[in-house]
């Protein structure tokens, strides 16, 4: 298990995240203990745990939405965070895109405007972007569906429009947070294939956080096995399974079947 | 289909109305065909324009004077937790307060004309809009802000293009729920004091034992009701297009 080979990206250092104790619950809740990783540059993370186990406080912090209770936080080696550093900024200067469970589409926005509304907010609308995200909304098959609303796509359709929103203003890292989880098994496959596609164009550094073991394993180049909380890594797994990868195939992979059987074991 | 409905409902009341009117005499309850005759010559007259146009001048004015600031302040305040959160407690008691009650101090303030009646209404307006946008304000997604602020929106685009649109809807519901009001407060206003105004011109004919003239009064009032909620919805409608009706999302949905 060779993780050293690229200078780490992003690196995350003894994190933890800590609720202070209120009336009626006697002692603090300590969600996240002492949590450690470090992803390398264009580098396609999984990270699967329990659920319950912390991981969208995890994505919460390096997407700094959320302040950490201990531990730091860098990017490209600069300390982007730490429990004393000032006041949080969101996304760190649009360096680090967010796809959460949710779609968070804006309802009263068509999908065009929706997809181009970061660009609009870092002023970086120009022609040239919207050709690049219109090749983007062809590739996540989403073309001819520019002028509906949120409320008249699948759920499906919402996800990709919300996974295009994210790399169409190119965030050299993204963070996802179980976005197939509300989808029904067809869907995810499609959109894992459609991901992985988009993925493969521009290699992307992608932390993506899931309780699903087949997930993780179709999409990584490394699955992080988190414990129950207070969550820290336990254990990480290499996924050797050539690109670009057959996800109607994947189970029959060789190596695919002893994988899952050695997370499943560390999960329990 | 529905318009017929509605004629139905509407044959319905008015047999009712007539019925009530046979069973304890036309002395008390006028019939709907005495009440249009009335109706009809009231306004060829000109006195329901006359009195009309002072009550809705009222309204109108109130509306304004109280809906505006009503709406405005929440989304000032909304940043402002701690001056919000010491204000409330007047505010809560300002909205529970019987407006009505304060009549005779707008009377001595204002005097009999329209100022009191204006007064009235704005008091009353004021607190409804404040309350049902400031539960507008409070219902705005947090995750929608949270995200547009990882991809780089600012204050200013996040209020103008998340809170305003969230709460937009709740404005519009607190105005409508505002317009009857403010034309029943005004009419208070006139029926406690005044020389003129349909609570006026009820007031006067329930002096003269005119039932008929009470009638024509309240069907001016729920006419001019009526038409100003149609006015509100289609200006909501206007503004709010992108709220799905059940038409659309059956078609989305047959078409996936």
Same mark, same amino acid.
């Given at each position: 298990m060779d993780m050293k080979a690229h200078a780490p990206f992003l690196e995350v250092e003894g994190l933890a995240k800590r609720f202070a104790a209120k009336a009626g619950r006697g002692e603090s809740l300590s969600v996240i203990e002492d949590l450690s990783l470090s992803v390398s540059e264009g580098e396609f993370v999984t990270v699967v745990g329990p659920s319950g186990s912390g991981k969208s406080t995890l994505l919460n912090m390096l997407a700094q939405i959320d302040r950490p209770s201990a531990g730091s936080v860098r990017l490209r080696g600069e300390t982007i965070l730490g429990p004393q550093s000032g006041p949080l900024v969101p996304g760190w200067n649009c360096q680090i895109g967010y796809?959460?469970?949710?779609?968070? /589409? /804006?309802?009263?926005?068509? /999908?065009?405007?929706?997809?181009?509304?970061? /660009?609009?907010a870092q002023g970086r609308l120009d022609e040239a972007a919207r050709e690049r995200v219109a090749a983007l909304v062809e590739l996540a098959g989403l073309k001819g569906f520019e002028r509906f609303y949120p409320s008249e796509l699948s759920g499906g359709m919402r996800k990709r429009a919300s996974l295009v929103r994210t790399l169409s203003y190119d965030p050299p890292v993204i963070l996802m947070d179980e976005p197939f989880g509300a989808l029904d098994a067809q869907t995810r496959m499609q959109l894992h294939a459609d991901l992985l596609r988009m993925w493969n164009v521009k290699r992307k550094t992608i932390v993506f956080v899931t309780h699903d073991i087949a997930e993780a394993i179709a999409l990584g180049d490394r699955v992080l096995v988190l414990s129950r909380a207070p969550a820290k890594v336990i254990a990480e797994h290499r996924v050797d399974i050539p690109r670009p990868r057959d996800i109607d195939h994947l189970v029959l992979a060789p190596g695919f079947a002893a994988l899952f059987d050695r997370i499943r074991q560390a999960l329990i | 289909m529905r318009t017929f409905d509605r004629i139905a409902v509407?044959?319905? @009341?008015?047999?009712?109305?007539?019925a009530a009117s046979l069973y304890f005499g036309a002395q008390w309850i006028t019939t709907p065909w005495v009440t249009a005759q009335a109706f009809w010559r009231a306004l060829m007259r000109g006195d329901l324009w006359h009195h009309g146009s002072y009550t809705l001048s009222a309204a109108v004015l109130g509306f304004l004077i109280g809906g505006i600031p009503g709406a405005g302040l929440p989304f000032v305040l909304r940043r402002m937790h701690t001056l919000r959160a010491v204000l409330d407690p007047y505010l809560v008691a300002g909205y529970g307060a019987p407006k009505v009650a304060l009549t005779p101090l707008f009377i001595i303030w204002f005097g009999i004309g329209l100022a009191s009646k204006?007064?009235?209404?704005?008091? +009353? $307006?004021?607190? @409804? $809009?404040?309350? $049902?946008?400031s539960a507008g304000l409070a219902s705005v997604d947090?995750?929608?802000?949270?995200?547009?602020? $990882?991809f780089g929106a600012d204050a200013r685009l996040i209020a103008r293009e998340i809170v305003w649109p969230s709460a937009?809807?709740? +404005?519009?519901? =607190?105005?409508?729920?505002?317009?009857?009001?403010?034309? =029943?407060?005004? +009419?208070?206003g006139e029926l406690i004091s005044s020389n003129r105004g349909l609570g006026y011109s009820i007031q006067a004919a329930a002096t003269d034992f005119d039932p008929? =003239?009470?009638?024509? =009064?309240? +069907?001016? @009032?729920?006419?001019?009701v009526t038409g100003l909620n149609a006015a509100l919805g289609l200006l909501e409608a206007r503004l709010l297009s992108w709220r799905p009706d059940d038409k659309t999302v059956e078609r989305a949905q047959a078409a996936f």
């Open positions: 796809v959460t469970q949710e779609d968070n /589409l /804006l309802p009263w926005r068509r /999908l065009e405007e929706n997809i181009l509304f970061p /660009l609009r | 509407l044959v319905a @009341l008015l047999a009712a109305w007539h204006v007064a009235l209404v704005a008091s +009353v $307006v004021f607190f @409804l $809009v404040f309350f $049902v946008t947090q995750k929608l802000i949270a995200a547009a602020r $990882v937009a809807p709740y +404005v519009f519901t =607190g105005l409508r729920i505002a317009a009857p009001y403010a034309i =029943g407060t005004a +009419v208070v008929a =003239g009470i009638f024509v =009064g309240v +069907v001016a @009032l729920a006419l001019v």
